[in-house]
């Protein structure tokens, strides 16, 4: 199972490559804060990416389940981490309690996912998946990920020059 947090969610369907999602085998899903915090806070700002996750939910692209229960030890251990969101708890918190892996980009959650044994995977992951799996070429990669920065994602020069390797690497 992968469990999506919002900036994966927001970069993919910003850039208009929220389809890739559906290259990942394994079920797919939000918990209810991350869905809150795209799509209905994003419909009311007017955010056409809101639209798009909301549509993919209605498609069965993307699943939505309730937030982990705030008594479990994990979640009250999670919550004492200021820099980590409502949303992020319940991401990291539904990955480890289902077995599977956190989709999200924001290194410090990404350092407590590695902390607390929770596998994650980010944006990138996603796209390199989608060229693996053969839902898409390499040109169409490297179009996605630039697509993506194009829409503001963050991604060091470091870390985009490994991505480059891995599309080419990949073919």
């Known amino acids: 199972m992968y469990v999506f947090d919002a900036t994966p969610l927001i970069s993919l369907a910003s850039a208009d490559r929220l389809e890739l999602v559906s290259s990942l085998a394994d079920s797919r899903c939000m918990p209810e804060s991350v869905y809150d915090e795209v799509v209905t806070t994003g419909i009311e700002a007017g955010h056409a990416d809101a639209r798009r996750v909301e549509r993919a939910v ?89 697509d993506l920065l194009d829409v503001g994602w963050y991604c060091a020069p470091d870390l985009y020059a490994r991505i480059l390797e891995k599309i080419e690497e990949i073919g």
């Open 58 to 146: 209605e498609d069965g692209m993307l699943a939505v389940e309730p937030d982990p229960d705030p008594e479990v030890p994990l979640v009250e251990r999670l919550s004492r981490a200021k820099a980590l969101s409502e949303a992020d708890v319940a991401v990291l918190a539904l990955a480890r309690e289902r077995d599977g892996t956190a989709v999200m980009d924001e290194a410090y959650g990404r350092s407590v996912a590695d902390t607390e044994g929770i596998q994650t995977r980010g944006t990138a992951y996603v796209v390199l998946h989608a060229q693996r799996s053969g839902r898409i070429g390499p040109v169409e990669s490297r179009a996605a990920i630039d």
